[in-house]
């Protein structure tokens, strides 16, 4: 499949180092505006929307996860940006994880949050795919969202979850449903011992998508892993615990 050209945003220092931010799917760029102030004050910040997602155009079929990173690099290489650092959450983990097997010279250092080394079965991403496709997001609107958040979140900050189930709404159905397809076969076990930069693996203490379990096996299976719980977050804890997840982020990314 041909390359899609991205959606992106670049903000921070001109000629400051460089760090690529990539979204769990489901969200837009804007699931990091938690850690722009913090990021920006010594890096380039680069944000990116995945197929489907924002103003980036939708696929006319099926992708894979293959297909999602090579976007990815297509936007490195339009910018110029020929090694950076990385950040990626849910599915964006595992789409650096590919690239820095796949393309070792890309990248610096790595965090992946709510990441995997697989898709657990139980899921059941292309039953979610066929429901898009068939009624609409409306349909599957409230099982995808209802893990990003703790119940507590949901209580005390009503309006962010709100935002963030209408932003989802709002996606290409079509390129939402083919994102799910890639992510149904995700499978990078035997991906992981090729990835040769340092990096921190954090995951969420009460994820109910990926339990820290999942987080943990991949942090074994890197040559070169830390990995972190955060506690009182859930999928998105980038946004629910921005706090700690900046922390964590600046300390290994900002030397």
């Known amino acids: 499949m041909a390359l899609i050209p991205l959606q992106y945003r670049i903000d921070g220092p001109r000629h400051a180092p460089v760090v690529l931010l990539v979204p769990p799917f489901g969200t837009t760029m804007s699931v990091w505006e938690p850690q722009m102030p913090e990021l920006t004050r010594d890096l380039q910040v680069l944000r990116v929307n995945h197929r489907g997602h924002g103003s980036s155009p939708a696929p006319a079929g099926p992708c894979t996860v293959a297909d999602l990173a090579l976007d990815l690099l297509g936007v490195l290489e339009d910018r110029g940006f020929s090694r950076v650092s990385a950040v990626g959450a849910g599915l964006g983990s595992a ?29 059941r991403w292309d039953r979610i795919a066929s ?25 005390d900050r009503p309006e962010v979850v709100a935002r963030f189930t209408e932003d989802f709404g ?15 076969k995700l499978d990078q076990r035997h991906l992981a011992a090729e990835v040769r930069v340092p990096t921190l693996v954090a995951s969420a203490a009460h994820d109910p998508l990926l339990p820290p379990g999942h987080g943990r096996r991949l ?31 600046l300390e290994h990314i900002v030397r």
């Not at 650096?96 to 139980?122: F, G, H, K, Q």
């Not at 429901?131 to 209580?155: I, K, N, Q």
């Open 95 to 123: 789409l650096l994880v590919w690239i820095a097997a796949n393309s070792p010279r890309s990248l610096d250092r790595l965090a992946l949050l709510a990441a995997a080394p697989r898709t657990p079965a139980v899921h």
């Open 219 to 249: 942090a074994d299976g890197l040559p070169d892993a830390r990995f972190e719980v955060v506690p009182g977050a859930a999928h998105l804890l980038g946004v629910e615990r921005a706090d700690r997840v900046n922390e964590l982020l």
């Open 170 to 184: 709002r996606l290409d159905p079509g390129g939402f449903a083919s994102v799910c397809d890639a992510v149904a």
């Open 131 to 155: 429901r898009v496709r068939e009624v609409g997001l409306e349909s599957v609107a409230a099982d995808v969202v209802r893990p990003w958040f703790t119940p507590d979140m949901a209580e």
